[in-house]
Structures are given as structure tokens and as C-alpha cells.
């Protein structure tokens, strides 16, 4: 459950958009006016050191060159010591294609991890360049399609239509207590989780978010309810939206929650 995931999984990554989205609410301008919040000193030997204004405050970067089985752990361990926001895995026609988005939380870290430029990554050296909001925006849209990503050069000529999967009858899996959630935020607290089924008046102790052995969150968590017939009428939350992502919501069982919380332990 918790091991390599694959670059197909596409489910995994989709997620709705937002206009505004919270960790960039503070790059555009000091609190005097117009002028950039982050001073740039790094002149021009970093990729992307000559780009505009908005280029530099969206505080995400580009990734090309990646191996084909690369998944969003091994970009973890890529960026050691910075802070991830989000990792998105770039697909076209239902394949990775080696390039992905990584956002972080301040325009100093992106900073930081252009410095990572031309590291190894396995036997693959990786290529790391800044990157607007829009193509980072427009990257999600195509994942959300599963239409594989689309660059601005070809954005007109949307990729070709791929087959529909049969949709999963959730509604006929069998129920315990507990839902498994899947495509959380990396930065979801339990707070968060708790406002998401509001209605269901949860507290703390009923929600366990999933953790990798390294302390980094892996999008997944497990929720209690009351009995199995409440957990049931808590599936209409399914495909709702925490942050700028879609969550997934599923049928699960305690020691499926409790073998996830032995991993993080470990």
C-alpha cells in the first residue's frame, strides 16, 4: 500500500484548481507596494535567472530528465532538506514523460532547489528550472483530463482522447468503520481533515494521517466513524476538494489504518 507507486497512477495526482491558491498568497508584493518580496541574488548562472518578475515569485520549478520509474518519494530524497508543497508527475498519452512540477512552500526554497541543477538522480542526470504558475496550472488541468501534459507550444492541439477505465462501484464494497482517503495535500493537517467532513462532528482521535518511515506525509489517511453505516453516508464527500486537490475516498478496515501507523512508527 505504501510501497513504490507507479507513474501511471494518474487518480493519485488529479485535482481541481483554485485561483488562489493559499502558499501563494504572500509572493507578488511587499507590504509597500509593487515592488518583488524576494530580492534575487543570484544573478544569472542559475536556469530561468533572466525571467520575469512573475516567474521568480511563483515559488515552484520544472523538472526534466527524470528516470521513467522515478516517483514522487525518490523527488522527496531529490530535494532532501527543502520543503514540498506539491509534486506533480507530468504524463502524456498515459505515460510519464520524465518531467515533473515540484512547489514549495517560500520563493527562497525554489531558490534553493535550482541549485540542485544537473544532479544525479540514479544514473540520470536532472535538469531543474523555474517555472510559471500558468504551466504548473495548465499541467494539473491535463492530469485532471488524463489527457497527458500539454506545453504552450501545442496547447491548441489538445492530446488524443484515451479510453475510459469502468468507474468503481463503491457503493457495493463492503463497510467497516473506517474510510481511507487518498490524494490528500502533502501539507493536509487533521484540522483540515475534520472541516472536510464537518457534518460528521469528528474529533482528533478519529482521524490518522499516513506517514512515511522519514516523517514526510504520503496523501493518504484514515478516518473513523461512529459505525459502517456512517462511514457509508460519509462517501458522498468522495472527488470533493481539500487545497487545490480532488480526495478519493474509500472502504477500509482498523488494521488496514493500524498497519499504516506501524509503518510511520517504524
Known sequence: MYGHRGPLDVSKRARMME?????FGAMGSSAAGGTSAFHQPYGTNLPGAGA????????????RGLPFDCDDLDIFKFFVGLDIVDCLLVHKNGRFTGEAFVVFPSAMQAEFALHRNRQNMGRRYVEVFRCKKQEYYSAIAAEVNQGGFFDSEYRHSPPPPRPKKPAEDKSSMEYTEVLKLRGLPYSATTEDII???VEYELTEENVHIAYRPDGKATGEAFVEFPTAEVAKTAMCKDKMTIG???VELFPSTPEEASRAKSRARQ
Do not use: C, D, E, H
Open 19 to 23: 485561483p488562489a491558491p493559499p502558499y
Open 195 to 197: 472541516k472536510f467532513f
Open 244 to 246: 487545490t486537490r480532488y
Open 52 to 63: 520575469n518578475s512573475a516567474i521568480q515569485n511563483f515559488p515552484g520549478v520544472r523538472l
